[in-house]
């Protein structure tokens, strides 16, 4: 599978991902198990990917050395394959993110409807989803309690 095809499938995944935690309130532990599901695959291509990456002629066994300044890392992504290796690490990470919130919320009694907007924002922008969650999970007070 060359890297325009890994891209759409990982994409695809993460997706189907994201779409079985927002129907979650269905079945809410399976659709949790499902991402997590989806985690571990998108963790394993991205080690993969990352070890393949490393051990390449492509000098990215110095990989480690370049990331101490913003200029090496914007080295690193200069090649399509490093793209791939840092989406798929923003995929596993989001996902991850999202299946946790959507475990947490029954236990911090935040309803459904106010966790699908931090879904949507984790998956477009991971740490304001988590902190919109977070915020959310803090101050929620259901009535009657």
């Known amino acids: ?3 325009d095809q890994l891209f759409s499938a990982a994409s695809t995944l993460a997706i189907t991902g994201w779409l079985v ?4 309130p269905l079945r809410r532990g399976i659709a949790v198990l499902v991402a997590r599901w989806v985690v571990a695959f998108l963790c ?3 080690a993969v990917l990352l070890i393949r990456a490393l051990g390449g002629s492509g000098g990215g066994g110095n990989a480690f050395a370049q990331m101490g300044t913003l200029g090496g890392v914007v080295a690193l992504f200069k090649s399509p394959e490093a793209i791939l290796v840092g989406w ?3 995929l596993a990470f989001d996902l991850f993110t999202g299946a ?3 475990d947490d919320a029954p236990h911090a009694r935040v309803p459904h409807w106010l966790v699908l907007p931090c879904l949507f924002l984790t998956l477009m922008a ?3 989803g988590l902190l919109t969650y977070l915020l959310i999970r803090s101050v929620w007070q259901p009535r009657g309690v």
């Open 100 to 102: 946790w919130i959507t």
């Open 21 to 24: 935690l927002a129907l979650a």
């Open 126 to 128: 991971g740490p304001v």
């Open 44 to 46: 394993a291509t991205y």
């Open 1 to 3: 599978m060359n890297a």
């Open 88 to 90: 798929i690490h923003y």
